[in-house]
């Protein structure tokens, strides 16, 4: 994209943004819709940076968890998907059992973590491990089997051994898609640290969204989901920039 | 007679819907000597591809064997070289790691074979491209940096399976070029499967004719014309002699079925 017209669809973004917080903003004023309910931008915006300090902490404690799990999900599922890649009876068997495990919503097993683990950091880096691992296997192992068979073929007659195809194409082949289901794993990653903050924690953002409600003070949780958003954008567009450089061959980009 | 590969009486059954047997090719002999150019025609469904994959190993035959002379081989059936219809290139490898590929297979160092690729990459033209990605090429640079990473190694055999098929006519008559001095200048002994009779009349110095459901081989016909050959012998008389008389004989067999 050129520079001018990158600069064109950030504005336009922006102008859409404002244009919808200021409608936002006036309703509120119109309606006379209490704050409890619905806080409007600028008390948002108020209290975000009455309480700075404070959420920033939640916030970083939050992210510290998240990331934690998202990288053990990443190195997992990197670790799980070269046997399954490799052999198809170790695909076979244990395939199923991922699907099923998948099928569990994990939500559900964090009361039981917390009676395991306690309160502490444990439930919520698990939680968020096991929301995250599936949405970043998956994909990953579809394209290390699905190497062309024109070209497992090629390499064969050069004769390679099934271990060698895998390391010198099916890996750097499913980098991309590993690279690009980080985004979903990200955000899977963050939805299962809040929601262990908001079962089993007294710190983090969950946990402040939920006591917050609780006392009818709308407009911090609506900063807690602010930051949150901002937060899972910001890394997506990093990790965006990283999957560019590292796999530039998959966008076919020149150098 | 002295041969590279010997396939003595081969055939190949697919399995269809589990159950019932096709017969790909039977009873196939067929003896390639050393430095010799062999081509393979017949239309297309006639098993000329899994003749070529069972030589290539691919395909392991139901009846009948194929022999490497182990007096070349030495043991070492891994020095053949295989291009397809289809460049298949790793896409996060540049021009000179794709050709690297087969070095690194059977695990001896690239780096000692640099000389061996510039030179290929040379006489193949890519002259400058030693660094582009194979997306930012033509289809017919494409197909050449298929031809030297099947040279690389200096093949003792090279398996051509409709190499030139997916090209333009003019690039086509390219590659026919640069595949007869390449095969001048080093000799391999070659087996190239097509459909294109003039490609097989061409390049080789013998053509097998193919009969289709299940594959046989029907004849064969030696083809005299002195190297180095120049593609214009192609609108020679006597050229176009020998590709109607292979014509026919592949519509001979059209009609008995």
């Known amino acids: ?255 | 007679m002295e041969y590279l590969v010997k396939l003595s009486n081969v055939t190949v059954k697919y399995r269809n819907n589990g159950r019932r047997y096709l017969t790909a090719i039977s009873n196939v002999d067929l003896n390639i000597s050393p430095g010799e150019f062999v081509a393979v025609v017949g239309k297309s469904g006639c098993g000329k591809t899994t003749l070529l994959k069972v030589v290539a190993g691919l395909i392991k035959p139901d009846e009948g064997e194929v022999v490497f002379n182990e007096h070349f081989f030495n043991g070492s059936k891994k020095r053949i070289g295989v291009m397809f219809q289809s460049p298949l290139l790793l896409p996060w490898r540049n021009v000179l790691e794709n050709i690297f590929l087969p070095i690194e297979i059977v695990g001896e160092d690239p780096e000692s074979y640099v000389n061996r690729a510039l030179t290929l990459i040379e006489r193949t033209g890519l002259k400058g491209f030693e660094y582009s990605y194979p997306w930012e090429l033509s289809g017919g640079m494409q197909q050449r940096v298929a031809l030297c990473r099947a040279l690389i190694h200096k093949p003792l055999l090279l398996l051509l399976d409709e190499p030139f098929s997916s090209l333009d006519a003019i690039t086509r008559e390219e590659m026919w070029s640069l595949l007869e001095s390449v095969f001048l200048y080093e000799n391999y002994t070659t087996l190239l499967v097509t459909h294109d009779i003039r490609e097989a009349v061409l390049l080789s110095d013998r053509v097998i004719v193919m009969s289709g459901k299940p594959g046989r081989v029907k004849t064969e016909v030696r083809v005299p014309f002195k190297r180095p050959r120049d593609i214009s012998i192609q609108y020679s008389k006597e050229f176009n002699e020998y590709v109607a008389k292979i014509k026919s004989m592949l519509s001979e067999q059209h009609e008995l079925q």
């Open chain 1, 1 to 255: 994209m050129s520079y001018s017209k990158n600069v064109k669809s950030v504005l336009s973004t922006a102008a859409i943004l404002i244009l919808a917080l200021t409608l936002w903003e006036f309703s509120i004023y119109i309606l006379k819709i209490p704050r409890y309910i619905l806080p409007s931008p600028s008390s948002i915006i108020e209290t975000s940076t009455r309480y700075s300090t404070y959420l920033s902490e939640n916030l970083l404690n939050t992210l510290a968890h998240a990331i934690t799990g998202l990288a053990l999900a990443a190195v997992f599922s990197l670790a799980l998907s070269l046997p399954l890649a490799y052999s198809e009876t170790v695909r076979e068997a244990i395939s199923p059992l991922l699907a099923g495990f998948n099928a569990i919503p994990r939500a559900a097993l964090v009361p039981l973590l917390a009676l395991w683990f306690g309160l502490g950091s444990l439930p919520r880096i698990l939680t968020s491990f096991l929301i995250a691992f599936y949405p970043i296997l998956l994909p990953t192992l579809t394209a290390m089997v699905t190497v062309e068979k024109e070209l497992w073929e090629i390499l064969t007659s050069f004769g390679a051994s099934k271990k060698q195809i895998l390391v010198k194409v099916a890996i750097p082949r499913s980098m991309p898609y590993f690279l690009s289901s980080l985004h979903m794993g990200l955000a899977s990653a963050l939805v299962g640290t809040v929601i262990a903050e908001m079962i089993a924690s007294d710190r983090g953002l969950g946990y402040v969204i939920l006591s917050s409600t609780s006392r009818l003070d709308t407009p911090l949780a609506f900063s807690c989901l602010m930051l949150l958003a901002l937060t899972t954008f910001t890394l997506s567009k990093a990790l965006g920039i990283v999957e560019k450089r590292t796999v530039k061959w998959a966008y076919r980009v020149s150098t």
